[in-house]
Structures are given as structure tokens and as C-alpha cells.
């Protein structure tokens, strides 16, 4: 079980914050270009989840798998997504991306006067406390194949 990478984006589909930690390979593009697809793809799938869901879906669209990877998705109130994936084994990481959320980005960077919301998140306190805690995860381990 592992955890391959965090994007954090914003309402605008701005990449604030990527992070890899057990990622085997690359995209092959820049950075942006990966950043791009990634929200474009989020997007329509969102759209799509809302346009063919059968019932009204309160919590939306919340994960997708494929035969190597399982991409977990939280969306907050204003706008902020979340984006972890990991492998197959991880069941839903829904409470983990509330985690990040409430008590790492709320506590480290909202409440930080410091910090200037909706740029690219510098912080090294932000990014060492998330490092911790990704790596304290039950389903974390830094030797996956």
C-alpha cells in the first residue's frame, strides 16, 4: 500500500501545492502541462458524474480507479481541490483529504497572516507537517512496488 502524490488546486485550476513521494513514473511533460490535464480531467469528470448520476448526489464526485491507481478527490466549500492518489489496495481516503484540509491547510496557512492565499504555498512548515503525516498513514509505505 502507498501513497503516490498530492495536488492541491485552486477554484481556478491553479496548482498550489504538488508533492510525490512513492511516484515509479513520470508523465513525460512539464509540470504545468501535467497540472493542466490533471484539472481539465477533474472537471470533466465532475461534469459528467452530475450530468448521469441517477440521484442527486450530495457529496458529488469522491474517487475513480484504473487498473494501476486510485485517485481520490475532495472538494471544499470555496473551491479547493484535493487530489491524492495511491494504489489499489487504499479504500477511501476521503477522511485523510479532510485532515490535510482542516488541520494542516486551515491551521498552517488560513490562519497564518503570513501566507497570501491563492498563490503557490511556500511553506515549509506546511510541507514538512504534511510530509509527517502522509508518512504516518496506516496505508503509507515507502518500499511499494
Known amino acids: 500500500m ?3 502524490n498530492l495536488y492541491i488546486f485552486d477554484r481556478n485550476g491553479t496548482c498550489l501545492y504538488y ?11 512539464s509540470k504545468e ?8 480531467m477533474l472537471f470533466s469528470i465532475r461534469s459528467f458524474v452530475s450530468k448521469m448520476s ?23 466549500p470555496t473551491g479547493l481541490k484535493f487530489v491524492l492518489n ?21 491551521e498552517l496557512l488560513v490562519k ?6 491563492g498563490q503557490s504555498l511556500e511553506s ?5 507537517r504534511l510530509d509527517a503525516f502522509i508518512r504516518g498513514l496506516p496505508y503509507y509505505s515507502p518500499r511499494a512496488a
Open 124 to 128: 515549509e512548515l506546511f510541507s514538512s
Open 86 to 106: 495511491t494504489d489499489l489496495s487504499v479504500g477511501s481516503a476521503r477522511d485523510t483529504l479532510q485532515h490535510i484540509y482542516s488541520n494542516l491547510y486551515v
Open 54 to 76: 441517477p440521484l442527486d448526489m450530495k457529496d458529488g464526485f469522491l474517487s475513480f480507479q484504473t487498473s494501476r491507481y486510485r485517485l481520490h478527490y475532495y472538494e471544499t
Open 33 to 40: 502541462e501535467e497540472f493542466k490535464l490533471m484539472y481539465g
Open 19 to 29: 508533492n510525490e513521494w512513492n511516484r515509479k513514473k513520470q508523465a513525460g511533460i
Open 112 to 117: 497564518n497572516p503570513v501566507c497570501v492565499l
Open 2 to 4: 502507498t501513497v503516490h
